[in-house]
């Protein structure tokens, strides 16, 4: 049986119609030889986005009963959805139109009319061979649940249950520490532009503990994660008795396990630990802390301190972007206690990225704080050895030394990578699906990264991160709704397939899997998100990506080409 094809030019305003001859296109596209086994219905209309052309073309598909559906208009990224629910509406399979982009591509960039109209001719005849080869797929919808584990429980993990939290969706919030709150729960005092005060974490970890749809796990670990996006088979290992059920399904997965410091022993040029006086930023906070003061070992206040940034940001070749506020915090602190301390605060560059921290670092240095830049930085103990960046060598004496050490990924970072089968970045943190565009989901469908796992972060910028992936699951993963997964997939054909496994290792989304009983590699659907990568690598051409087959794209080409 002939197909019938509809195929609807969009003047799209003057935009089209002033720069291509329409009606050249109707006379044309019927008479090509290559299209007389079908039936072609070609037709203009001022603005099909519009209401007026919506119905409009709604009504021509249901009155005509085409078969398929050519739209030349704008942008797909603009209105690809639009015509793509008009065939929904009339039951034409959307998998069996095209929409062809002859604004941009053709009548806005050819100045001559007539070269603008042939190339709009080649590209609507690739579109209807296309479609002529393409096969109708049907999207499944399944079940979701709409539970959320978090793993972490420092201010990013909490932010991040608390924002999801609620009577239809429960959050699993595990912990593998004793106590909630993680590194940001140790701060006597947050920056000024973080308020100051550091109420804010108790308050959001009270609140934490009291919200019942919030079951909070401490001294706990993930044991194994198995499922995708909407259903993902949770098991926990947690060291408390009180704690049976441990096995559960939730919908998504955040990772929120933060970050650690530096090792500073490991920087020779320190000499960490090796004299009594030299103290890490966190050390000095959990004095704070516990005993409201900076004091020696002695009991004594210091007279003296020295401040030194950037410990290993050369051997991590990375800035932690917070330790520059995180010293002039200490050094305001410092100054508060005591009117007479001196401060010497070594830097290399400072990193202020927001006005309050500029107008601070304004405040520190106004109240007596000694800023010295310096090319190269060395202790020995309470002696510092420095090069100023005009490479003058200088020395000082303090009675304490405060190292600020940068951020690195925390220790149980690839562990859990390797069980959620996310990438880790070069520099040993989550890495992002892309760092502009999708900065807090992975590769793996309904698996997120929040705060300092996926590279340096304050708690600002943690906190927000927290929301944008709440804001990204709550959307997504609406109570009671189901999900449709992506249709456009890949299948292995597997008479073809010689079990090499290259698609397996090719594969970003861990979407392959091996059945050694027949020899043969599987795609898991639910998990393919069709890049098609597998298809391109496969030697034996076993793979066939739905939607972008080999005789669909040689046609497009053959027929834009003709
Ligand atoms: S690459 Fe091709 S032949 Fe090798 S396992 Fe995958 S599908 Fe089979
Ligand atoms: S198309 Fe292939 S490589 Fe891409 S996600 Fe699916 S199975 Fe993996």
């Known amino acids: 049986?002939?197909?019938?094809?509809?195929?609807?030019?969009?003047?799209?305003?003057?935009?089209?119609?002033?720069?291509?001859?329409?009606?050249?296109?109707?006379?044309?596209?019927?008479?090509?030889?290559?299209?007389?086994?079908?039936?072609?219905?070609?037709?203009?209309?001022?603005?099909?986005?519009?209401?007026?052309?919506?119905?409009?073309?709604?009504?021509?598909?249901?009155?005509?009963?085409?078969?398929?559906?050519?739209?030349a208009a704008c942008s797909p990224r603009d209105h690809d959805s639009t015509f793509i629910n008009i065939c929904k509406k009339t039951n034409l399979n959307p998998y069996l139109y095209k929409?062809?982009?002859?604004?941009?591509?053709?009548?806005?960039?050819?100045?001559?009319?007539?070269?603008?109209?042939?190339?709009?001719?080649?590209?609507?005849?690739?579109?209807?061979?296309?479609?002529?080869?393409?096969?109708?797929?049907f999207e499944k919808e399944l079940d979701s649940n709409p539970?959320?584990?978090?793993?972490?429980?420092?201010?990013?993990?909490?932010?991040?249950?608390?924002?999801?939290?609620?009577?239809?969706?429960?959050?699993?919030?595990?912990?593998?520490?004793?106590?909630?709150?993680?590194?940001?729960?140790?701060?006597?005092?947050?920056?000024p532009r973080q308020g100051g005060s550091s109420d804010i974490i108790g308050k959001k970890i009270e609140e934490v503990i009291?919200?019942?749809?919030?079951?909070?796990?401490?001294?706990?670990?993930?044991?194994?994660?198995?499922?995708?996006?909407?259903?993902?088979?949770?098991?926990?290992?947690?060291?408390?008795?009180?704690?049976?059920?441990?096995?559960?399904?939730?919908?998504a997965i955040v990772a929120a396990t933060g970050f650690e410091l530096t090792d500073a022993a490991k920087l020779s040029q320190y000499k960490y630990k090796k004299d009594n006086e030299v103290y890490t930023s966190l050390e000095i906070e959990d004095m704070i802390k516990s005993e409201g003061k900076v004091t020696l070992r002695s009991g004594k206040e210091p007279e003296s301190v020295g401040l030194i940034h950037c410990v290993g940001r050369e051997e991590k070749g990375y800035c932690s972007q917070i330790c520059c506020n995180y010293m002039l915090k200490l050094a305001s602190f410092l100054r508060k206690q005591s009117d007479s301390i001196e401060i010497k605060d070594f830097y290399r560059d400072l990193c202020l990225p927001h006005q309050q921290d500029q107008d601070f670092f304004e405040e520190v240095r106004g109240g007596g704080t000694e800023f010295i830049r310096t090319a190269d930085v060395k202790i020995k103990g309470t002696h510092i050895e420095y090069t100023e960046i005009d490479k003058k060598k200088n020395e000082a004496d303090v009675d304490m030394v405060i190292l600020s050490p940068a951020m690195e990924a925390g220790k149980g970072t690839e562990n859990l990578a390797e069980l959620l089968n996310i990438p880790l970045s070069e520099t040993g943190f989550f890495k992002e699906e892309h760092q502009q565009l999708n900065p807090v989901e992975t590769s793996i469908e309904g698996i997120f990264i929040t705060g300092a796992c996926r590279g340096p972060?304050?708690?600002?910028?943690?906190?927000?991160?927290a929301q944008a992936a709440s804001g990204k699951i709550a959307a997504r993963l609406i109570p009671g709704k189901k999900i449709v997964p992506e249709v456009k997939v890949s299948e292995i054909l597997e008479d073809f397939c010689v079990g090499c496994q290259t698609c397996m290792e090719i594969c970003p989304y861990g979407a392959i899997i091996f059945d050694g009983e027949r020899g043969v590699c599987v795609v898991n659907e639910a998990v393919c998100r069709g890049c098609g990568n597998c298809a391109g690598s496969c030697p034996s051409g076993a793979i066939r990506a739905k939607h972008f087959t080999s005789p669909q794209i040689y046609r497009e080409i053959i027929e834009a080409i003709r």
């Not at 972060?457 to 991160?465: F, V």
Request: glycine share 8%; with cysteine.
């Open 210 to 251: 009291k919200d019942e749809n919030i079951d909070i796990f401490t001294e706990t670990e993930l044991e194994s994660a198995v499922g995708f996006f909407g259903n993902f088979e949770i098991s926990l290992n947690c060291s408390r008795d009180d704690r049976s059920e441990t096995e559960f399904t939730v919908g």
């Open 99 to 137: 929409m062809v982009n002859i604004r941009e591509q053709c009548a806005w960039m050819i100045p001559d009319k007539e070269k603008a109209t042939r190339k709009a001719i080649q590209y609507i005849r690739g579109a209807i061979g296309r479609v002529l080869k393409q096969s109708e797929l």
């Open 147 to 191: 539970d959320v584990l978090v793993i972490g429980g420092g201010i990013s993990g909490i932010e991040t249950a608390l924002s999801l939290a609620g009577e239809k969706r429960k959050v699993y919030l595990v912990e593998k520490s004793a106590e909630l709150g993680g590194k940001a729960a140790k701060f006597k005092k947050l920056l």
């Open 1 to 71: 049986m002939s197909a019938k094809i509809g195929v609807y030019i969009c003047e799209c305003g003057p935009n089209i119609a002033d720069n291509i001859e329409i009606d050249a296109i109707i006379d044309t596209l019927p008479s090509l030889e290559a299209f007389q086994n079908e039936e072609l219905v070609v037709k203009r209309f001022k603005l099909l986005c519009s209401n007026e052309g919506k119905e409009y073309l709604e009504r021509e598909i249901r009155e005509n009963e085409y078969s398929h559906l050519v739209v």
């Open 457 to 465: 972060a304050g708690i600002s910028e943690s906190m927000l991160q």
